[in-house]
Structure formats: C-alpha cells, structure tokens
C-alpha cells in the first residue's frame, strides 16, 4: 500500500494491517505487536523525514512466508537508520530528563524479531521481522 506521510492515514494502515493479520489468521497479541511497531515508525516517518510542507508517499508492504512476517517501510525522507542514528533512549533517567525521541524505535525492536535498514534509490527501506 501507498499512503501519503499525513498522521491521518494510520487509521488507514490499521484497517489495512487488521485485514491482513484475519487473513493470516494472527493472535491477537501478535496484531498488536505488529500494529504498534508500525504505528511508532510511521509515526517517527510523518514527524520527522521531512522539513517541508509537501505531500510525500509511504510505502508499506506487508507479506507471510511461513512462521516469518514481514513489515516494510519505505519513505523518501532524509537518510536515517533508526538502529545507528536514533537516540539510545536513557531508561534509568526520569521523564524529564529523557528528553524526545527513541521511544518508537526502543518498542519495535522489543515487539519484532529482528528489524533492517537500508537506503535504496534515495530511499530508507525499513524491514520488520516477526516470527510467529
């Protein structure tokens, strides 16, 4: 699915994300897992790849082969590998002085199996790998 890089569009994404997770015939728990690792990288897409009031696309793929789901995201937003270039979220700190940013990235590495990056044709590609 393509979708413009407005907040809006997650509704978008999780009806998108629900039926496939019915198809696949997915726990409950792992939708959730799923839906909100997806939801903090779009987020973080919508936030921060740009710096213009432009509309841009976000492209999400969703696929199953055996136990292994995969969740790409795609977007033409400036370089940023998320598992180099995110801040290291400082969990022994109090709110106040976390700071913003890394949250998002901190809960999908912790809800998916394994998460890749990489910039292909000007673009970051964001793989995320859950084993079922």
Avoid: W
Avoid at 7 to 24: G, K, N, P, S
Avoid at 90 to 119: F, H, N, P
């Amino acid at each position: 699915m393509i979708v413009p890089n407005r907040m809006e569009e997650i509704r978008t994404i999780r009806v998108a994300l629900e039926e496939f997770c019915e198809q696949q015939n997915f726990s409950s728990r792992e939708l959730f897992q799923i839906q909100l690792s997806l939801e903090e990288i779009f987020t973080n897409v919508v936030s921060y790849a740009h710096n213009d009031d432009q509309e841009h696309e976000v492209e999400i793929i969703f696929s199953r082969e055996g136990q292994i789901i995969t969740v790409e995201i795609l977007d033409d937003g400036y370089p940023f590998n998320p598992l180099q270039d995110a801040p290291e979220l400082a969990v022994e700190s109090s709110l106040e002085d976390r700071g913003i940013g890394g949250v998002g990235i901190r809960l999908a590495k912790q809800m998916m199996t394994e998460l890749r990056y990489q910039r292909d044709n000007a673009r970051n590609h964001l793989t995320m790998i859950k084993k079922i």
